[in-house]
């Protein structure tokens, strides 16, 4: 396995919090002034996001559940504050949560499943992904409180995301034995590893409308299943918008 991509993560994640590190001892060495305030921004923040995928009209024919499919991330990072804190740019490490849960309808039979297969009827099929993403952006503050800090604020940019886990869950009823089924297989192959996308955000205070655009692909060419038959979502092309709340805690 390639250990640069790794290296570039390490470095990223490392980076950011040395920069917050710098940044507060900057604060705690900077003299009290007898005359006026001393107003200066926080620069180091930590988050909590839920998102949820957007289906729209050239998805479909994906069978996902999109109230139940999405991304639960949480992150720490740091920014750099320019012209007096009212543009700057930010680095944002997070930890991300991303499940893609499948749907079956009279219209539309879970991927997994070929056209053909009526011998089971699934319940439940979802994937489940963890990522280490780094968004990297540039922010403006259209207003401040204050002490400095943000008020009113716009934020775009991208981010990069390597896959450190994921795990794919089915679950059916046997009809012979009159129990459910549940099956968990971790590894899964045939999955990309890496991730890149586009982020947008608009917020008050310590609360932002958050929107992400992912340009890479979820599966490899050709995915099979463990016997080597092709598999049910090698035609799929999944969502790449999802739109949710993020919180600065």
Do not use: C
């Amino acid at each position: 396995m390639k250990k640069t991509p790794h290296i570039i993560l390490i470095v990223l994640i490392n980076f950011s919090l040395l920069w917050a590190h710098a940044q507060q001892q900057e604060q705690q060495e900077q003299p009290p002034s007898d005359n006026l305030p001393v107003d200066r921004p926080d620069n180091f923040d930590l988050s909590f996001s839920r998102s949820f995928l957007l289906i729209t009209d050239e998805q479909e024919g994906v069978p996902l559940n999109a109230g139940s499919s999405g991304t639960i991330a949480i992150g720490a990072g740091a920014k750099l504050n320019l012209a007096r804190g009212t543009f700057g740019f930010r680095i944002h490490p997070t930890i991300s949560w991303l499940r893609y849960s499948y749907d079956q309808t009279r219209d539309k039979r879970f991927p997994s499943l070929p056209p053909a297969d009526t011998a089971q009827t699934l319940d439940v099929e979802k994937h489940r992904f963890t990522y280490i993403d780094v968004p990297v952006g540039f922010f403006i503050n259209f207003t401040k409180d204050e002490d400095g800090d943000s008020q009113f604020f716009m934020e775009g940019g991208g981010f990069l995301g390597y896959r450190t886990g994921s795990a794919y869950k089915t679950r059916f009823k046997d009809e012979l034995q009159d129990q459910d089924i549940r099956v968990r297989v971790k590894g899964v192959k045939d999955l990309e590893d890496w991730r890149y996308g586009l982020y947008a955000r608009l917020g008050y205070k310590w609360v932002a409308l958050h929107f992400t655009y992912r340009l890479s692909e979820v599966f490899k060419p050709n995915p099979v299943r463990a016997d080597g038959s092709p598999s049910g979502f090698d035609k799929l092309n999944m969502p790449p918008m999802e739109l949710g709340i993020l919180i600065f805690l």
